[in-house]
C-alpha cells in the first residue's frame, strides 16, 4: 500500500468559497435539480459518516446555498407540485443548520493547529539555518505551500485520514470495498426488518442527532418560511467571511439534462480490444450500451452511424490542464502494511484525486470490475442479434472518496436498431435511493461497446467546453450535430477509473418479464 500521508487542511472560509463555485442551469428541469439537492445530502451523510468534517461541511453548504438561493427562482418552482417538493426540501436545509454550526469550530481548529505546527517546524528549520536570508526562504516556503499541496486544495482531504493514489492501491480498495458493501446491506436489511420504511430512514438519517431541533425550533410549517431560511443561509455566510458571498461560476456538482424519452448519443469508438483480466488500466464508467455504457445520467456524447469506423485520434482532443494546476507530491510515496481485514475503516483513508476537469475541477476514482463489460454484452446478446441496442447503468456506492462499481442496473428501455430510451424512470430511481447508490455524478462517463468488432471506448464531457454545450442545447430532434468541437474526450488514458479483479458486483434486471 502507498500513502502520501496528511494533506493540509482548508479553513472555514476556504470550504465556503469553494461550495458556492457551483454552475445553476435554469434549462435543467426542476426535478433533475431537486433530485441533485438529494444526492448532496446522500453524500454529506457518508462523508459525515467517515469523519470527513470538511467536506460534509461544502456538501451541506452547497445544499443549502442550492434549495434557498436558487431553486426558488427555477421556471419551474410553482408549477405541479413543486411548492410542495421545495417545502420538503427547506425543511432538510433547517435540520442541517446545526450540523453545519457544529463542523465549523472543528474545521477551524484543525486548520489553526495546521497553521501552528507549520510555524513550529519554520522556527525549528530557521533556528538551525545558518544563513539568515536562507532562513527566511526557507519558512516562507513551509508556512506557505505544503510539500504536497502544489494545486488546489481539495476539502475531501485534508481530514486527517491517510491520503491514497489509487493506482498504487488496488489491493487495498477492494478489500476495503467488500467489507463496507457489505456492511451497509446488512445494516440496510436490519432496518427493514425492524419495520422501519425508506422515506422514515432518510428523515433519521437527515436528522441525525438534532432530531428534534425542527421542533424545538418552529413548531410547524408556518416557520419554514424563504425569507426566515434565507436569512439564516445568510448569517451563515456572514460569519465565515464577513461579507456576502459572491456569485457562483464553474460546477463541481453536475446535474443531467432531460434524457427521459431522449436517446442517448456516443462518440466514435476507437480501436481498443477488449480485454477481460486488464488489471489496473485507466478506463471510464458511464452508462452500458451495445453501442454505450453509462455510470451516472450526466449527457453522454454524439454517437456515428453504425457502418462508419474511426480512428482513436479522428477528433482533436481538448486541452488538459496545465500541470501546475494538478498537485503532486514532491517527495516519493511511502510503502505501508495492508492492516487486517477486520481493521479497514473508510475514515482510515482518502483516495487522493485520479485525474482534474479542463477546468481544474478534481474528479474521484472510480473503480470497475473488469469482467462487467462481457457480463453486459452477454445480457444484451439477444437484442444485438435482433440489432437492437440495449442500455445498462452502471451505480456506484462511495467509499473513502471513491466510487465503485457494485451494480449493474438495466432499466426499462424502449430500443431500436440506432436508439435506446429509458422508460419508467422513477422505478430505476427508487431502487437507486434504497440501495444508497451513486448516480448524476461530475465522474460520469460513457463506455461504447461494439460486439460486432469486439472494440470498446470509453468518453467523458469536456468541461469546459463539452458539459455547458450540451446542458443548454436547444435543438429539437435526438440526433443532432454541433458546431462546436472538443465536446467530449477519450477519457481512457489518463482517466479517473482503474479496472481491479476481484472487485464484486450485482446485476439488476429492471425490465420486465417477457
Known amino acids: 500500500m502507498v500513502g502520501h ?53 461544502l456538501l451541506l453548504f452547497r445544499h443549502a446555498r442550492l434549495i ?57 528549520k530557521a533556528a538551525e539555518s545558518q544563513s539568515t536570508s536562507k532562513s527566511q526562504r526557507s519558512s516562507a516556503d513551509v508556512t506557505h505551500e505544503p510539500s504536497h499541496s502544489k494545486g488546489p486544495l481539495d476539502p475531501a482531504l485534508g481530514n486527517g485520514s491517510e491520503a491514497l493514489a489509487a493506482g498504487e492501491n488496488r489491493d487495498l480498495a477492494i478489500q476495503l470495498a467488500h467489507k463496507e458493501i457489505r456492511r451497509r446491506a446488512i445494516a440496510r436489511k436490519a432496518t427493514r426488518q425492524a419495520g422501519i420504511s425508506e422515506e422514515d430512514e432518510q428523515e433519521r438519517r437527515t436528522a441525525g442527532v438534532w432530531a428534534g431541533w425542527e421542533d424545538n425550533l418552529v413548531g410547524n410549517d408556518h416557520g419554514l418560511d424563504q425569507d426566515s431560511l434565507s436569512k439564516q443561509m445568510q448569517d451563515v455566510r456572514l460569519q465565515v467571511s464577513g461579507a456576502k458571498a459572491g456569485t457562483s461560476s464553474n460546477a463541481s456538482s453536475r446535474v443531467p439534462p432531460e434524457n427521459h424519452g431522449t436517446a442517448f448519443q456516443y462518440p466514435n469508438i476507437p480501436h481498443y480490444k477488449a480485454q477481460r483480466h486488464l488489471e489496473l488500466e485507466p478506463l471510464l ?81 472510480i473503480w470497475l470490475p473488469p469482467d462487467l463489460r462481457h457480463r453486459f454484452l452477454t445480457i444484451a446478446l439477444p437484442n444485438t442479434k435482433a440489432n437492437l441496442e440495449t442500455c445498462g447503468i452502471l451505480c456506484g456506492t462511495l467509499i473513502s472518496n471513491a466510487l465503485f462499481i457494485s451494480k449493474l442496473v438495466i432499466p426499462e428501455q424502449e430500443s431500436t436498431s440506432d436508439t435506446c430510451e429509458m422508460l419508467n424512470e422513477s422505478d430505476f430511481f427508487d431502487y437507486v435511493d434504497g440501495q444508497d ?78
Open 437 to 514: 447508490l451513486m448516480v448524476m455524478m461530475p465522474e460520469s462517463i460513457a463506455i461504447v461497446c461494439a460486439p460486432s468488432r469486439g472494440d470498446w471506448g470509453a468518453f467523458r464531457l469536456t468541461d469546459p467546453p463539452g458539459m455547458k454545450v450540451v446542458l443548454n442545447c436547444t435543438q429539437s430532434g435526438l440526433f443532432h450535430p454541433h458546431s462546436e468541437s472538443n465536446i467530449y474526450t477519450d477519457a481512457l488514458r489518463p482517466g479517473h477509473v482503474y479496472e481491479a479483479k476481484g472487485l464484486c458486483f450485482d446485476v439488476v434486471d429492471l425490465r420486465p418479464a417477457s
Open 5 to 57: 500521508g496528511a494533506i493540509q487542511p482548508m479553513s472555514v472560509k476556504q470550504i465556503v468559497q469553494r461550495a458556492e463555485n457551483f454552475e445553476y442551469n435554469p434549462l435543467v428541469p426542476f426535478r433533475h435539480w431537486s433530485r441533485s439537492a438529494g444526492t448532496l445530502l446522500k453524500e454529506a451523510e457518508i462523508y459525515e459518516s467517515e469523519g470527513n468534517d470538511q467536506q460534509t461541511y
Open 285 to 365: 464508467p458511464g452508462a452500458l450500451n451495445t453501442s454505450e455504457v453509462n455510470h451516472t445520467t450526466s449527457p453522454p456524447p454524439l454517437r456515428p452511424p453504425k457502418d462508419h469506423t474511426s480512428h482513436k485520434h479522428d477528433r482533436p482532443l481538448p486541452p488538459r490542464p496545465s500541470k501546475d494546476s494538478v498537485p503532486h507530491p514532491q517527495h516519493p510515496p511511502r510503502p505501508l502494511a495492508i492492516p487486517a481485514q477486520q481493521d479497514l475503516q473508510p475514515a482510515t483513508y482518502t483516495f487522493e484525486p485520479a485525474a482534474y476537469l479542463e477546468n481544474g475541477t478534481p474528479l474521484r476514482t
Open 68 to 124: 434557498l438561493d436558487k431553486l426558488p427562482t427555477h421556471p419551474e418552482a410553482r408549477l405541479d407540485g413543486n411548492p410542495s417538493v421545495l417545502q420538503h426540501l427547506r425543511k432538510d436545509v433547517l435540520r442541517n443548520f446545526p450540523k453545519l454550526e457544529a463542523l465549523k469550530p472543528r474545521i477551524s481548529k484543525r486548520h489553526e493547529r495546521y497553521r501552528t505546527l507549520l510555524k513550529e517546524r519554520a522556527q525549528a
